[in-house]
Each structure stands twice: as C-alpha cells, then as structure tokens.
C-alpha cells in the first residue's frame, strides 16, 4: 500500500516511492522498508526514511557547486504526512546503469579482484588486500536492475552501449570520481572512511545531466570507521552490511520472500544509520526535522 493515496504513484521501489507533482516535479518518499540481497525484509527499520532522506539533503546542499543535482526542497511543497522522509525534485530521463565508485577494494569487487584479478574490465595490481586503498578511486559502472534482479558489474564498452552516448557516460565517469573524491574528503574529516558509492544520473528538461535518487547514503554507500581501520580483512560498517551479515548466517536462501528480521538487528541498524547521520552531517538528526518542522520517527 503506497504511503500517499492523494498523489499519482509514478513508481514504488525496494525502499523509495516516487509521486507526481506535475509542473515537472516528483516527490520523492524514502520508506522505513529494507532490503537485502534484492529481497524487502517484511518489518521495517523505524526512522530509516528519515536518516536517508537527511542525509541526501546534506550532501545535495555541500555538493551542489560541484555537480548538478536534482533536489529543489525537503520542506516547501512536501506533504505534511511524508515530511522529514521526502524532497520535492526536478523530473529527469535516467541514464539506465548504476555508476559505481570504488576507492578501496571489497565486497562484490573483491569477490571480483579474486576471481578475476579485474573489477569492470580494470585490471588491478596483483596482491591486493581485503579492503584495502586502491591506488586511484574507480568508476565500476553496472547494470541497473528491476525490482528482484541483481545490479551486474559491466565494464565502459557494456556501459557506453547501454547509455547509447559515450560522450554523456564520460561525463557521469567524470561527475561521479568528483563527487566521490568531495564525499571522501569529508568523510575522512568526520573521522569515516567512504570504501564505495554509487550514483544515478539523469537528464533534465534543459538538457543538463544531474546527479539524482538518494546520494551518499549508508544504503547507496559504505562507510567505515576510520579509527582502527587495517587493510586485510573486512570492516566494520555503518551501512546496512550488519543487517546483510545477520541475513547471510540466518540460513536465509537469498530468495523472496525474505524472512523478518529479529528485533535487536532492528535495533542495532537503526542505532548504525543515526550514528552515520550525525557523524557526517556533524548534528543529531532532530535539528533538521526542528527546521522542517518534522517529527522523529
């Protein structure tokens, strides 16, 4: 059941419901639902929306001189009912691949690099280590999938066929190592590591290519902890890695339906995306509900 029932329903994704507003605007709604391995889990994580949507908005805001983007406001013109967990945004043709960033080497790269010795078709130096630095931040474009299928690594040739304009995948390689190399500088000031992100890219009306979704968040991006930090094995993080760890020893076959998740899982993610929250944005996350006049989940 969509959370809104007075609006068109444009398109309901894993975690995001996206509006009509017409006059070339969306609504853009970040639920409380989480998933893994492609499949919701039943049960949400309370105030998730909220984290999620705040910190798009920061980072839309420290980003918007560097690349354009398509948030226009997380107050004026969004409904009373979904504020806190909604931006209004410009309406935009997406660019139909995931534009990945690595700066260091793990998860589904790693799994990569080990098999392959090669992530999206760049070939890495031999003896890497689990999570370590890459030599220069990677631009690993992958397939974008439909709800239930699987993201697939590609490498440029894949990606410049899909987009169908090489010139306008060069661009978002461009915008995305940007926006990477600003992200990761910030985050390493609030004591975080940024391993990878990924990116969705989209034209507007005016021709401009803007950067779109959700940016930067602990669902789009995996943060670690600086502090302690140590190459050769996997890390700590503030992401929804913990709910995939639980679900990844659950016995859970990686198939719908996806089992509820057990309460202190809920609790220590929920715990997880308010300590990302206020270490990047560097405040609790009620000064931003304060302003917009929203209420904590």
């Keep these: 059941m969509p959370i ?6 444009i398109a309901a994704g894993k975690v995001r419901e996206i509006y009509d507003l ?17 499949c919701i889990h039943p049960n949400p994580v309370p105030g998730k929306g909220q984290v999620l949507t705040g910190i798009s908005v920061f980072w839309f805001g420290l980003t918007e001189g560097l690349v354009p983007n398509h948030f226009l406001s997380d107050d004026e013109g969004v409904p009373d009912a979904v504020k806190g967990r909604a931006i209004v945004v410009r309406k935009l043709k997406i660019v139909p691949i995931e534009a990945v960033v690595r700066g260091y080497i793990t998860g589904s790269g790693w799994s990569d690099y080990l098999a392959t010795g090669k992530v999206s078709g760049h070939v890495l130096p031999e003896g ?35 987009v169908g304009d090489d010139t306008v995948l060069r661009q978002i390689q461009d915008l995305s190592l940007r926006l990477y190399a600003r992200a990761a500088e910030h985050a390493r000031e609030r ?63 990686k198939t719908d339906p996806a089992p509820a998740i057990p309460d202190d899982v809920v609790a220590g993610t929920k715990a997880r995306y308010l300590d990302a929250y206020e270490r990047i944005t560097g405040q609790p996350l009620s000064a931003w509900l304060d302003r917009i006049g929203a209420t904590a989940a």
């Excluded at 809104?4 to 329903?9: A, K, V």
């Design 191 to 253: 004591g975080l590591i940024l391993a990878d992100t990924k990116f969705e890219f989209g034209i507007d009306a005016d021709g401009v290519l803007r950067v779109g979704d959700e940016v930067l968040t602990p669902d789009s991006s995996r943060y670690w902890p600086l502090e302690g930090y140590e190459a050769g094995h996997g890390q700590p993080s503030f992401d929804k890695q913990y709910v995939r760890n639980w679900a990844s020893g659950s016995g859970w076959d």
């Design 128 to 162: 890497l280590a689990e999570s370590q630095q890459l030599p220069a931040p990677l631009f690993t474009p992958s397939t974008k999938a439909e709800l239930g299928d699987h993201d697939e690594a590609i490498d440029l040739e894949q990606a410049a066929a899909i």
């Design 4 to 9: 809104l029932t007075d609006l068109p329903l």
């Design 22 to 38: 017409g006059d070339d605007k969306l609504l853009l709604v970040a639920t409380d639902r989480i998933s893994t391995y492609d």
